[in-house]
């Protein structure tokens, strides 16, 4: 059974740093992976998508990396921002032709002004 | 280009009531499904449709139904809410299977039950 997990759950930093968020999952028969981000009270808005045949994905000033083979995939966001506060969401999905998604628990951050 | 959209976005129920979630989407997509999102729990997949009159259970269905008669709008039905059906519920909809395809989410729907 797929399982995916975010961590750490919470994380603060200052303005201005670099930052990693982590994702890992435990099957690696995966279709692609998705970054998401949800600001309280909203609904998920999708950062980036690899597919299970790209290594990765660059939107800005976020990077998202892919590694099927050890389960892991890392959002890299740069020069980070008080904006850039919010709960970051991954998820795969899973082959089987009914386009499931199974979701991390998400990493809750704070940029620190 | 409205996207996903749910209504209510705020609803409180007693128990035993009954109540319909609204979503629709305009972008044509095959794809609709319902999570639900609980403190620690993250998102998890209550019912999905993979197209017009198709519809099937994902991993907590259990107090809920859906039914996909157009392409653009999927319901979800709370048959006789419960306090454990006190929950944030998100609709998505993506394109047809394609490994390539983003989904999109809804606002989402606050519900509590009382």
């Known amino acids: 059974k797929q399982e995916v997990t975010q961590i750490p759950a919470a994380l603060s930093v200052p303005e201005g740093e670099n930052l990693v968020l982590n994702c890992s999952f435990t099957d690696s028969a995966i279709y692609n992976l998705q970054w998401f981000r949800q600001d309280p009270g909203k609904g998920l808005t999708s950062l980036l998508l690899?597919?299970?045949?790209?290594r990765e994905q660059t939107s800005g000033r976020l990077n998202a990396s892919l590694d099927k083979s050890s389960g892991r995939s890392t959002l890299y966001i740069a020069a980070s921002q008080p904006g850039d506060s919010a709960t970051y969401l991954c998820?795969?999905?899973?082959?089987?032709?009914?386009?499931?998604?199974?979701f991390g628990k998400g990493t809750r951050l704070h940029i620190l002004p | 280009n409205a996207g996903v959209t749910q209504t209510p976005k705020f609803q409180v129920l007693k128990t035993g009531q009954s109540m319909t979630l609204q979503c629709a989407q305009d972008m044509n997509h095959e794809y609709m499904s319902w999570y639900r999102q609980d403190p620690g729990m993250g998102l998890r997949l209550i019912h999905y449709s993979v197209g017009a009159g198709i519809t099937d259970q994902g991993e907590v269905p259990n107090g809920y139904n859906v039914s996909r008669s157009t392409t653009e709008d999927f319901p979800l039905r709370l048959l006789s809410a419960a306090p454990s059906q006190t929950s944030v519920y998100f609709c998505?909809?993506?394109?047809?299977?394609?490994?390539?395809?983003?989904?999109?989410f809804g606002e989402g729907s606050w519900l509590t039950v009382v």
């Open positions: 690899i597919q299970s045949s790209q």
């Open positions: 998820a795969v999905k899973v082959p089987g032709g009914d386009d499931k998604i199974i």
């Open positions: 998505a909809s993506s394109y047809g299977g394609a490994p390539g395809n983003t989904i999109y």
